[in-house]
């Protein structure tokens, strides 16, 4: 298993683990501005030429916002997610970032989980942020605090 900086070569399966792990959350569009904008940081964990997972998000001055974090359904509760979050975190350092923040579904508890045992707090509630009609719970990390 390989971590790689996603580009645009990645898009279909991009699209594809979307599908599968986020329920098209992105349109394909949406994908392919996230990995081609050079302000946006965009990893993946690849089995070969399989993707597995991603990480991606933007730093803007001192703050990385995480748009998404995704594993394939089927590799899920294998440490995956934990390797791309830590690794997304680790380049928003090296990119100057001090702290972190992102919106997660409230029903989301492993994802939650994740973000609280790297040490996110719970910053907040964006009512029905989700175009399902779900709320998001918004959680933040100063990036010198990371507990995992």
């Known amino acids: ?46 089995d070969g030429e399989h993707l597995i997972g991603v990480a991606c998000g933007w730093v803007v001055v001192d703050e990385l916002h995480i748009t998404a974090l995704a594993v394939d359904p089927g590799r899920r509760r294998q440490g995956h997610g934990r390797v791309l979050l830590r690794s ?11 702290h972190a923040t992102l919106e997660v579904a409230c029903d989301n508890t ?19 942020y989700y175009s399902d009609g779900r709320d998001a719970l918004v959680q933040w990390i100063r990036l010198s ?4």
């Open 1 to 46: 298993m390989n971590l790689v900086d996603l580009d645009a070569r990645w898009l279909t399966a991009c699209v594809a683990l979307d599908q599968r792990s986020l329920e098209g959350l992105w349109t394909e569009e949406q994908w392919r501005r996230e990995l081609v904008e050079p302000s946006r940081l965009c990893l993946g964990l690849a």
């Open 110 to 128: 492993a994802g939650i989980a994740l973000y609280r045992g790297f040490g996110f707090q719970d910053a907040g509630c964006r009512n029905r």
């Open 88 to 98: 997304l975190l680790e380049r928003a350092l090296q990119a100057g970032a001090e």
């Open 145 to 148: 605090e990371l507990s995992d």
